[in-house]
């Protein structure tokens, strides 16, 4: 059974850092595309950002809204992903969700899905 | 304002069938698959369609997806209380490099 569990979540002020992680089990974790896509409170889904499998390369694709500032990461020997995020805003207040991401890219497109999904970890920016 | 739209909401009754739209552009469903998301209240969200309208074998045949142009439909039939939930289509934008969202349609089973 595919299990993928967050933490790290938790009120930090505008301006401040926080790392979550995403321990994943139940698959072939370094295989993976992992992504983060969160969802501020009563509103709908936001793709956050990606990293690819070592064998694709490992590179990490963001959203505008956080390029710069949030960096993804993975440790395929913990089977654990991050998302590290700095100069945090008001704005950056949600639920972030941890998925599998499904398909492949090519050089114009992509063609991929998230197939399972964390439980999420709530964020909170607020002074 | 999401890239892809979707009504706010949709009704039927139990047993009934429902659809759902997802209108997007060249950018997006036009040149690339689409997928659907089941969100349950308080829960995660749950993947019901992919690649426009392919079921994972863990999803119940009353839930279709088909895609057209730039515009994709959900579609739900044999209605039951428990598919009461929000429902996300979501895609690649070419212009954007990002993954999308439509803004989700929230479905009430009278």
């Known amino acids: 059974e595919v299990q993928l569990v967050e933490s790290g979540g938790g009120l930090v002020k505008p301006g401040g850092s926080l790392r979550l992680s995403c321990a994943a089990s139940g698959f072939t974790f370094s295989n993976a595309w992992m992504s983060w896509v969160r969802q501020a409170p009563g509103k709908g889904l936001e793709w956050v950002g990606r990293?690819?499998?070592?064998?694709?390369?490992?590179?990490?694709d963001f959203a505008a809204p956080v390029k710069g500032r949030f960096t993804i990461s993975r440790d395929d020997s913990k089977k654990t992903l991050y998302l590290q995020m700095n100069s945090l805003k008001t704005e950056d207040t949600a639920v972030y969700y941890c998925?599998?991401?499904?398909?492949?890219?090519?050089?114009?497109?992509?063609?991929?899905?998230?197939?399972?999904w964390g439980q999420g970890t709530l964020v909170t920016v607020s002074s | 304002q999401s890239v892809l739209t979707q009504p706010p909401s949709v009704s039927a009754a139990p047993g009934q069938k429902v659809t759902i739209s997802c209108s997007g552009s060249?950018?997006?469903?036009?040149?690339?698959?689409v997928s659907w998301y089941q969100q349950l209240p308080g829960t995660a969200p749950k993947l019901l369609i992919y690649e426009n309208n392919r079921r994972p074998s863990r999803i119940p045949d009353r839930f279709s997806g088909s895609k057209s142009g730039t515009s994709a439909t959900l579609g739900i039939t044999g209605l039951q209380t428990g598919d009461e939930a929000d429902y996300y289509c979501g895609t690649w934008d070419t212009s954007l490099s990002a993954d999308v969202f439509g803004g989700g349609t929230k479905l009430t089973v009278l």
């Open positions: 990293v690819k499998s070592q064998a694709d390369g490992g590179t990490t």
């Open positions: 060249s950018s997006n469903i036009g040149n690339t698959y």
């Open positions: 998925t599998t991401e499904m398909g492949y890219c090519t050089t114009t497109s992509c063609y991929t899905y998230f197939d399972y």
